[in-house]
């Protein structure tokens, strides 16, 4: 899908985050004693707050993604809520596992850095970000080489804006590839279903 099909399909106006934690919080229905068993409570959480949003609301695309913070759970949980997005028939909703934590995304392609900044990086990053323990004090290192760039929400903003989205996929191809994948079979049929 083009940038300017996804554009029509889905205008920016109409997208709304929320933090994943304000949406499940009491979105909790233990009665799949099975699936119970292999999520940890977080991703059980995720799963019911999905499937109720759902039926809530069936045109509301839904992408949850949270950190897997050094723990394997998360992985885990991606894995075990896309069998059940898959065995229910539900489309409009992934989920997405950042490996470790979202800034490796953001230190996946130095090239972003000379796009959002002028320049690159004073050093080199890493060439596997997803093997970093700690991205986010390793991103926190690089911008502050970046004098003027004191607004770290608003310079993480800049560098997504200008990730080339195929070193992403190649450089965390666990977290990202692996979400890209869930948003091409559970988000690309709806986004394309209203074309």
Known sequence: MTEAA??????VERIVAHRLQSRIRDEVKLDDGERRRKLSIKGWKVLSAIQKSRRRS??????????RDREDAPLRD???ILDAL???GTSGAAVGICVEELEAWLLADSGAFRRAFGRGP???????PESEHDPKTM?????????GV?????AYGQI??????EVLIRCCPRGFGAFVDALGEFIAPDLRARR
């Open 6 to 11: 996804l554009d029509e399909a889905l205008p």
């Open 58 to 67: 069936p045109e509301t695309l839904i992408v949850a993604v949270w950190d």
């Open 78 to 80: 991606r894995e075990t």
């Open 86 to 88: 898959r065995v229910h």
């Open 122 to 128: 004073a050093s080199g990053l890493s060439r596997s």
């Open 139 to 147: 991103l926190e290192a690089v911008l502050s080489s970046y004098p």
């Open 150 to 154: 004191e607004d770290r929400a608003r």
């Open 160 to 165: 997504a804006k200008s990730v080339d989205i």
